[in-house]
């Protein structure tokens, strides 16, 4: 693992988030889902070697599973104030204290071990030659994320759905056509629809992410059967030759799709997670001292809005 990078970026992030929720993402918010960051799913790895089945598990979305007894090891740390002069562990009281629930702390541990394979992924080549007690292994998994069989998620997989040089270089007929198509009801929902209010913002927005991205997925999923030669003379084709799928042609060779699952998969699940780990998890009631903040929190936010909205009127 890039080591170094996992601790500075998680920690960067964590400062960022802090300042951002006002305090919300506490000291032990960021503990917990930094040092999962820089340690994540190499756990197995370290016990079991790095070409083991477990290891494989693990590095991938199988963390979700083993996030489940380690979020119960960092439970006991949050329950728990540990001082350092003198030193002494003194037990938190929930009634006085904010104390992080475990189905937070779970979110934690989740979108750590995540965000450890987002850097695996750009900081690591996805395969590699190595010698394991003697024995040469080639082609050896490495930088890639396993989704089970012979599915493995890596940069060239995301450079696979694109065909370079890109940004029309090639003249696919189809991306002319298709943005021709969705840039104008882009700009219309954008300056016509989204700007109205916070929903609209929300419904807009995801319309049009949407609108992008379900036609290129239907489109990875239809062999390419125009003829195009991948292997011609100035063409760079990252994927398999004898499976070429027809999406490069809609986004004018650009790898939009690999792009945009890469993206979902491994930053936008991490931060919906880090967001779970500090604000509550969606459908658990919170009760007690944290249950008392929130009501205050939310009658205060009201009297802001009313007298911000007897100022504007």
Not at 126 to 139: A, K, M, R
């Amino acid at each position: 693992m890039p080591g170094f990078a996992h601790i500075v970026v998680a920690l960067g992030l964590s400062v960022i988030l802090n300042k951002m929720t006002d305090n919300k993402f506490k000291i032990k918010h960021a503990v917990i889902f930094t040092i999962n960051a820089f340690v994540g799913p190499d756990l197995m790895g370290i016990f079991f070697g790095y070409q083991s089945g477990a290891y494989l598990f693990t590095h991938g979305y199988g963390w979700f599973v083993v996030a489940i007894p380690i979020a119960l090891l960092w439970s006991v740390y949050t329950h728990f104030k540990l001082q350092w002069r003198p030193f002494k562990i003194e037990r938190r009281n929930p009634n006085k204290e904010s104390v992080i629930t475990y189905a937070e702390v779970l979110c934690l541990v989740i979108a750590g071990g995540i965000f450890h394979q987002t850097m695996d992924l750009i900081g690591h080549p996805s395969y590699i030659d190595w010698l394991v007690d003697g024995e040469l292994l080639e082609n050896a998994p490495w930088g890639v994320v396993w989704f089970g069989w012979e599915n493995y998620f890596s940069i060239e997989a995301i450079w696979s759905t694109g065909m370079f040089p890109c940004g029309f270089e090639l003249g696919f007929l189809e991306s002319y056509i298709f943005l021709g198509i969705i840039v104008p009801i882009s700009v219309f929902l954008v300056f016509g629809v989204m700007q109205k209010n916070r929903k609209a913002f929300y419904r807009t927005s995801i319309f049009i992410m949407l609108m992008y991205t379900i036609p290129l997925i239907i489109a990875y999923f239809i062999p390419d059967m125009s003829g195009f030669d991948v292997t011609a003379e100035g063409v760079n084709f990252y994927g398999d030759p004898s499976d070429v799928r027809y999406v490069y042609r809609l986004t004018g060779g650009e790898a939009d799709l690999g792009v945009i699952v890469y993206f979902v998969l491994f930053l936008f699940v991490p931060l919906i997670f880090i967001y779970w780990g500090f604000s509550g998890v969606p459908g658990l009631k919170k009760t007690g001292f944290r249950a008392k903040i929130e009501k205050i929190e939310a009658e205060e936010k009201k009297r802001k809005k009313m007298k911000i909205k007897e100022l504007t009127s």
